[in-house]
């Protein structure tokens, strides 16, 4: 069995993530994303902060604890142990229950990073959707996918495929949705791997 799992660096810190089947959504690991925020990579201290956290507030009844599950990641010695990930959504009530002043840093790297490839290939498809380029080539052409690819990471192309149409044709009828959309390209960005 596959699982999708993401990889991406705050500074040197790794979050992984992993793709749920079950909701259709990444899930970050939360000590990961703990261990970023406090810049911290000794797993047992993240380990014992989310513990503490945890506990208050569940204390609390905040939604951060509601919104965590478990699903196996691989660790250091390669074998996969069930750890507490939470949703993209949750990252960010995550990192504000963080009182650390490097909680909005991480947020903000993390929501809107332009300095990776995915960051400026995310940002070129805000601008795809919001632009309406996408409207008068062949659709479901693998030419016409080739050029998006191209557009969203690499150079710019002359080209205005219908992915509206395609995503309609393929995947949804929620055509103008577009966290739908977003949702698609945040998918292409990740990477199969053997569990």
Do not use: C
């Not at 380029?133 to 191209?150: C, E, F, P, T, Y």
């Not at 192309?157 to 977003?182: C, H, P, S, W």
């Amino acid at each position: 069995m596959n699982a999708k799992i993401s990889i991406r660096f705050y500074k040197d810190y790794k979050v992984r993530a992993i793709w749920g089947e079950e909701n259709n959504q990444w899930w970050f690991s939360v000590l990961d994303v703990v261990g970023a925020i406090n810049e911290q990579d000794d797993h047992e201290k993240n380990r014992n902060y989310w513990k503490y956290l945890k506990a208050k507030l569940k204390k609390e009844q905040s939604e951060v604890v509601s919104d965590t599950t478990q699903l196996k990641l691989a660790a250091s010695d390669g074998k996969r142990y069930n750890t507490d990930v939470i949703s993209l959504s949750g990252v960010e009530k995550l990192a504000k229950a963080i009182p650390n002043s490097q909680a909005m840093a991480f947020l903000d790297w993390f929501k809107y990073s332009e300095n990776t490839i995915d960051g400026q290939s995310r940002k070129k498809a805000y601008t795809l959707w919001e632009s309406n380029l996408v409207s008068s080539r062949d659709i479901g052409k693998v030419k016409s996918l080739q050029q998006i690819h191209a557009y969203l990471f690499g150079g710019l192309y002359d080209f205005a495929g219908k992915i509206r149409i395609l995503l309609k044709q393929a995947l949804t009828d929620r055509i103008n949705d577009r966290e739908i959309f977003m949702k698609g390209i945040d998918y292409s960005y990740y990477y199969e791997q053997e569990e």
